[in-house]
């Protein structure tokens, strides 16, 4: 089976000339479906570049990075677009559209995929709402519900188009412990019932134990 992510001799920097800092320094991995790998690390060890450009949110600059077997480096923008549509994002911060309900904004991730219908937005925005837990807040704005509510809603959203691979940084920091652990193992369960690979950025040590594998990342490398 394919690997859903394939990193080779991935590096990064920022910046031009004598400002140029490398972020990113020889990175080599894979990350297989169905698989939980937590990320974790100082601040500034890279992580976050690491999965914006996995989540083709920037472009690669030196190595190989093969995203549902497509090469990114080089990829044109309408390509990044692509892969990007089939990734799940999940941040600290849900990101949610205060003048639209809990299904509506998780339909928002619906309107990427053309092949769904319309008529299928509500049905499957309430099916993953429910399994999250939020069956019977559908209609209520992200202000009526609590932090926890919310982030399930981004969580719910990030799934309802089912796909290969979601990418989490840092969604339990804003959190307690009880609503930190309720949001990963939804996102752990969710990911497993549907076959997904699940790249979780954290420095929360309470949640390292949902992990498949857990990676370091310090100074721009991985291990």
Same mark, same amino acid.
């Given at each position: 089976? %394919? ?5 080779? %001799?991935?590096?990064? *920097? ?7 800092k490398k ?6 991995? &894979? ?9 974790? @690390? ?13 989540? #083709?949110?920037?472009?690669a ?5 093969k995203?549902?077997?497509?090469? =990114? ?25 205060? !003048? ?20 299928e +937005? $509500? $049905? ?6 429910? #399994?999250?837990?939020l @069956?019977?807040?559908? &209609?209520? +704005?992200?202000?009526? =519900? ?6 399930? /809603? #981004?969580? *719910? $959203? ?5 796909? $290969?691979? /979601?990418?989490?940084?840092?969604p ?5 412990s009880k ?11 969710? *990911?497993?019932?549907? @076959? !997904?690979?699940? =790249?979780l950025?954290?420095? &929360? %040590?309470?949640?390292?134990? /949902? #992990? ?9 490398? !991985?291990?």
């Open positions: 089976m %394919n690997p859903i992510v394939s990193i080779r %001799n991935l590096s990064h *920097a920022f910046g031009k000339g004598s400002l140029q972020v990113l320094s020889d990175i080599s991995l &894979d990350l297989n479906p169905g698989e939980v790998v937590i990320l974790e @690390g100082p601040s500034g060890g890279g992580k976050t570049t690491l999965l914006t450009l996995i989540g #083709a949110l920037r472009s600059q030196s190595g190989s990075l995203i549902l077997q497509q090469e =990114l480096m080089g990829a044109k923008k309408q390509q990044l677009i692509q892969v990007r549509n089939q990734i799940g994002f999940i941040f600290q911060a849900h990101n949610l559209l205060d !003048c639209l309900t809990a299904w509506e904004n998780v339909s928002m991730s619906l309107k990427l995929h053309s092949a769904i219908p319309k008529s +937005y $509500r $049905r499957r925005s309430a099916e993953i709402l429910s #399994a999250v837990g @069956g019977e807040f559908l &209609d209520c +704005y992200p202000k009526q =519900l609590s932090g926890g509510q919310q982030q399930r /809603v #981004a969580i *719910a $959203r990030a799934l309802v188009s089912r796909p $290969r691979l /979601v990418l989490a940084d840092e339990t920091a804003a959190l307690d609503t930190g652990r309720d949001v990963v193992n939804i996102m752990q369960t969710l *990911a497993k019932e549907e @076959g !997904c690979t699940v =790249l950025v954290t420095h &929360d %040590n309470r949640i390292l134990d /949902v #992990a498949d594998r857990i990676l370091h990342m310090e100074d721009g490398r !991985c291990r």
